[in-house]
């Protein structure tokens, strides 16, 4: 019921309709809250995935009394070459890409002892590695329309100090880095560089995985706001960075976490 009213309640973004919008792992969770509120702004949104079932099945949720259908891809992005391939055919597409939303990644738990080069690699491959690479095949776009907007969705973790994902923290501050080096290098093209940091949000995966009810009560008990974070609320705020009402917004790190601390 939140989130269904969270939705309902939305604002609508103007300047969105008709952007073109490229979000990763936009199939399910977050991405998914992501897919649906660009497509309910008007934009037209491709989303890749490695989740075809889950995804085909949002796309044809969507497409019902939209003028813009979400266009799905399938693209591991741990595959470079793939992903530039993807790109390139969506940039053909669309004529372009105005917002890229980097949100895919995978923050499975590991001990210290147990890392080795090989799942090291993995893990960046997984949660940092394809956001840089994704924003370089854009940005020429970007350049040539004369701005856009590239989000890169970083996590609290880090920021707590939460056990057991040292190699998901790592990444994950990393973003951060990034994302001020981009702001200022694409800054002069008109290029807004952005990190949105989501607190310990209510999906899926995350009840069928970790959030149990001791730390379901934990981080209620962290947050000042005693709600749990839904998806809508972290696609409403990507919503406001990606729109012209955050056009002086960039290079900056914006949380969606209720307080938690």
């Known amino acids: 019921m939140q989130a269904s009213l969270t939705a309902s309640r939305a604002a609508i973004y103007p300047s969105l309709a008709g952007k073109r919008v490229l979000v990763t792992g936009g199939g399910s969770g977050i991405g998914e809250a992501l897919t649906e509120a660009f497509v309910r702004q008007g934009a037209r949104v491709a989303f890749v995935d490695i989740a075809d079932e889950a995804s ?86 970007m350049k040539q329309a004369g701005g856009g907007v590239i989000l890169n969705f970083g996590s609290i973790s880090w920021h707590l100090a939460l056990p057991d994902i040292v190699l998901y923290q790592t990444a994950k501050a990393g973003i951060e880095g990034m994302t001020r080096a981009m702001a200022r290098d694409l800054g002069e093209h008109g290029i807004r560089v952005n990190t949105i940091v989501p607190g310990g949000i209510k999906t899926p995966r995350q009840d069928m995985l970790w959030h149990d009810d001791s730390e379901t009560a934990r981080i209620l008990a962290n947050q000042c706001l005693k709600e749990r974070v839904m998806p809508a609320d972290v696609a409403a705020l990507t919503l406001f960075l990606a729109s012209d009402d955050a056009r002086m917004c960039t290079g900056h790190d914006y949380f969606v976490d209720a307080g938690w601390r």
Do not use: K, M
């Open 56 to 141: 085909r099945s949002l796309v044809e949720r969507l497409a019902e009394g939209t003028d813009h259908a979400p266009l799905y891809r399938h693209c591991d992005l741990t595959n470079i070459d793939q992903l530039r391939s993807v790109i390139s055919d969506i940039v053909e597409q669309f004529g372009g890409v105005d917002v890229l939303v980097n949100n895919a990644a995978n923050d499975d738990r590991h001990a210290i002892a147990d890392v080795t080069p090989e799942y090291w690699d993995n893990r960046i491959a997984v949660n940092l590695r394809h956001l840089f690479f994704a924003a370089q095949a854009v940005a020429p776009s």
